[in-house]
């Protein structure tokens, strides 16, 4: 699944991308590419348009877990690099749609199905969030190294 690609710029741009203008997609450590993530997270911190937001509570209903970390798009006008904000434009937005090349969108945003007048688009990935966070779990020491790397802590 995580190779299909649901992208259809023709009816995002029709619509004005409703999606991106409610809430940026999550990513996933793939979209930071297998080899070197610790480095392609600190470079992506130190181009400021990522941000690391959570799943509040544990993701993986076991409570043992006060909340679980995940990498998005930042929210325009957003500055922080930890940053939970819900709902907001995509950072990577503009008039002509996505800045980003298709193969560089996060996961969610390349499952994400869209239809006419951007009414009922399909999430593939049902809870993306929630996904998200479950996904970057092994990763959350990786995570904070690469904020500290780039001068910022979790408070």
Not at 4 to 22: D, H, P, V
Not at 98 to 104: A, T, W, Y
């Amino acid at each position: 699944m995580e190779n299909k690609n649901y992208l259809n710029i023709k009816l995002c741009k029709e619509c004005g991308g409703a999606c991106c203008k409610r809430l940026p997609g999550a990513a996933f450590p793939k979209d930071f590419g297998e080899k070197s993530l610790l480095e392609n997270l600190v470079k992506a911190f130190k181009r400021n348009k990522w941000a690391i937001d959570w799943w509040e509570g544990d993701p993986t209903g076991k409570n043992k877990l006060e909340k679980a970390y995940y990498i998005r798009p930042k929210i325009k006008g957003a500055d922080n690099l930890f940053d939970p904000t819900f709902g907001g434009e995509c950072i990577f937005l503009n008039n002509k749609g996505c800045k980003l090349p298709p193969e560089e969108r996060p996961l969610s945003c390349r499952l994400l199905e869209p239809k006419p007048k951007g009414k009922n688009c399909i999430h593939h990935l049902g809870n993306e969030k929630q996904k998200a966070a479950l996904s970057w779990l092994p990763f959350t020491d990786m995570i904070l190294e690469a904020a500290r790397k780039v001068g910022y802590e979790d408070k």
